[in-house]
C-alpha cells in the first residue's frame, strides 16, 4: 500500500487514533536491538486503550496488513522489527501501573511499562520483583511476557512466566481474552495465559498483566572469581551451590573482561588476567563465602577471588558482567543464546569450543552466561571491514554446527531471547517438524488471517 | 461396538497388547472417585511402552472410537470416567523412576508413578518433592499433570506445572511430542508443555515427565489453631504470614472436624468445639509461632491452640485436615472446588454463606480449603434417602447461584480438580464464549478426530 493511500485509509477508518509515519519514527520503531535488518515499516501506531487496538487489528484482518506490536525494542532475534512494510502497534502509552494488591502482592502493570519502573514499585512497597536482566531500563513488560525473559536470577527466582497471574490479550482476530485473572489456582480448562507467555506476539498483542511481586530477600553479596579452567565453573558452581544460597551464578571469558574494561574505561578487578571469571551473587554469609573460595583455591579451580565489602563494590563487580552486551555493541556482534541442561554444560562448552576453533579462527568470539540455567551467550564479533550480509551469512554457516551440537545435547537453540527472524531457519534444531506444524496450526487458531508478526517464529 | 466385535479387531490389529474385558476391570477403569456416573468402558488396554499407546489411539482413529487416558483415578471432575463405551487406556504399567541426575536435581518419572513414590524418591536422595494432597497415595504423576495438581503446600511451593521440565506425550493423532526435555531456559516457539499441563487428557496422553526437586526445607512445624468467626481467618492469615515462613495455610469448619473425629474415633483436639479451625505448617520457630497464638488471643481472633511438640503430634494435626475427603466419601459429595483471589476470601465467603443459608437448608455442607491461594472446598453431603440423579440435579441448580457469585468476583469454578464432565456446563461463569471456542479449536488441532476423552472439558 502506498503511503498516500494508507494516509487516507487510516483517515477514514482509525480517525481518532495517534499514528506516525514521519520517517525517524518508522526507523525508530521498524528495528530492535539487532542489526541485521533494513527497517521498513509503513506507519506506527501509538494506541491509547484496548479498543484501539482492536480496531487497528480488524483493519488490518479486513485489509490483509501485518501488525506488529512493539515494546522496548530491546530484542535479540528480531522477533519485533518491521522488514516488508508492516503496521507497527507501539504500546508505549500502556504505561501505568495500578491496582496493587498488599494482601495478594500483586499489581496491574500497562504492557509497556518499563522493567525497571516495576522492579522500582516493587521496591517502594518493602517488596522484589526479582526478573532483571541488562536492558530493565529499557525493556517493556509485555516483551518480557512475550519472550519469558529470564536474566541473571532464574537460578533463584525463575523466569517472567513464573510472576504472570493474569493477561488480557488481543487476539490476532480482534477478540479480548481475559486470562487467569490474578488466580493462584485456576483449573478450568487450557491455560491460554501459559500459551501466550514467549509466544512473541504471533498470537496477540500483550495489553496487560497481573503481577505477583515476592518479598525482599535478605542482604545480599558478591563475589568474584577468577579460575583457571573451563572445567573449575561446574566445580565451583557445584562447591557454592552446597554452601550458599545462590541468587545468581555469572560466568565470562577473559576476552568480555578486556572488552568491558577497555570500553567503561575499568581496571582489571585482579593483579593478572585469568581465563575464566564467575561472578556470585548469595544471601550475605561471608564465613561461608570465604570458605567457597579457599576449597577452590586449594582444589585448583580458583586462582583469585574478590568479596565486596560494599554496595558500592557489589554494582562494580556487576558491572563487569552487565557491561559486556554494551561493550561489544557496536561490532554487530552475532548472538546465540543457547542452553544445554545444567549437568551437560561442561561436556557441551568442550565440543563446542573445539567447533569455534575450526569454524570460527578469524572471528572473535565472547563467551558469558548464567551457568546455573544451563544457559550460554556466545557473540561473534563482525570484523571492521567485513559487509554485515556477509558477516551474518558466514555465521549462520557455523550455526550448522553449533545447532547440531545443541541437538545431540537436545538443548535450545535460544534459551531466551526468543526466535523472532533470526532464529526461525534454526527452529528444526530445537523443536520436531511435528511441533513446528503444530505452532503453525495454534497460531492459525488465534490469528486466522496471519495478520500477527507473519513470518516470525515459524512460517505461516 | 459389540464386544465380541471388538475382541475380533483388538486380536487382528493389536494382538501383541494387554486388554482386559472382565466385568470387575470395566468398572475399576471406567470411573474415578466421583459416584455420580455409571462406569461404561469397552476395554482396559495395559500398555507397556510409547508404541502401544500409539497403537492404540491410532486405531482409534481410523476406527472412530474415544479414548480414555486413565492414571489412580482420583479425580473429582469425573475427567477419566467412562461413561459410553470408550477405550480406557491405563498407564499403570508406566511406573519408573529413573536418570535421576544430581546436579540438574531432576527425574524421569513414568506417566503411572504415584505421587507417593516421587516424594519418597526424592527423600531417599536427600531432596524434596513438594506437591502433597491427600491423594498422594493412589494419584499418579500424569493425572497431576492432567489437571495441574496443587494441594497443602501451594502457597510456599507452587503447582505440579512449577516442577515439570520435560514431558513426552502422545497426541489425538498419534504423534509423539518431547516437549522441553528438561531444560531450564527454553525460549524457542510455542511452549507446549504448558499447554499439556492441565489439559485433562483432551490433547494427549501424556507418557513421562522429568520432574524438578528441590532441597530439603528446613525443619518444619504445625500449629492448629481454634478461631472465634469467619473474619478471623483471613486476619490470622495476614498476622502469620508476617512472622512465620508458611508451608501451609488450611481451614475447616466445626462440621468437618465433627466429620473427621467420628469416622477416625479421633479425641476433640480441644476443650470444646468451636465454628473455624486454621492448620499452618511453617519453618521451625516455636518462640514466632506463640507470638502469633498470643496476638492472635488479643485480637479476638483466636480462641485456643495446640502447637505440636513431636513429630507425631504434627502428624496427628495433620490428620484433622486431611481426613476430611475420607471421612465424608460415602456420603455422595457434591464437591465444590473454587478460588477466588486470597484478598476477596473474607467477602466472598461472606456472601457465599449467604447464598448456602437460603439455597440449602436441608443439606449439610462441609467446608475446608487453602485459604493462603484463595481455594476453598465446599461439599454439600447427599441425605441418605435421596437419589443420586436427584441429588446432583439439586446441586447443580444451587451451582447456578454459587457459579454466578464467582463470576463477580472474577473467580474460578474449577481450582484444582478440573473440568472434566462435572463441571463442564458451568464452564462459562469462569471463561467466555471466545475462550471456550478456542479451547475447542485447539484440541481440533491435536486431537483433529477427537478421540482423546471426548466430551471433557468442552464439547467437541
Redesign the interface.
Known sequence: MQANELSSLLETELSGLAWSMQPGDLEQFGQDWTRFHQPDASVVFFPNDIAEVQQIIRLANRTGQVVIPSGGRTGYSAGAVATGGEWVISMVRFNAISDF?P??Q?VKVGAGVITEQLQQFAADQGLFYPVDFASSGSSHIAGNIA??A?GIR?LRY??T??YVLGLTVV?GSG?????N????????????R??F???EGI?GVVIEAEIKLLAQPPNQSVMLLALTSLEAI?SVF?LARKSLVLSSFEFFSDRSLKRVMAHRGFDNPFDELHPFYVLLEFDENEAAAMDVFESGMESGWVNDGIIAQSLDQATQLWQYREGISESIAHYTPYKNDI?????LVPAFMEQLEDILAAEYPDFETIWFG?IG???LHLNILKPADMDTAEFKAQCEQVNVHVYGLIQQF??????????GLI?KPF?PY???A???R??Q??KQ??DPNGVLNRGK??DS
Open positions: 494488591n494482601i495478594d500483586t519472550t519469558n529470564g532464574v525463575g523466569l512466566r513464573d487476539t477478540e479480548i481474552l481475559h486470562l485473572q490474578g488466580l493462584v489456582k485456576n483449573a478450568s480448562g487450557l491455560d491460554f501459559h500459551l507467555i514467549g509466544s498470537l561446574m557445584a542452553s544445554v541442561k545444567i549437568s548464567h540455567d544451563g544457559n537436545s538443548g535450545s537453540i535460544s534459551a531466551e531471547h526468543g526466535v532464529k527452529l530445537s523443536k520436531s511435528e511441533e513446528i503444530l505452532m496450526a495454534v487458531v488465534f517464529v515459524v
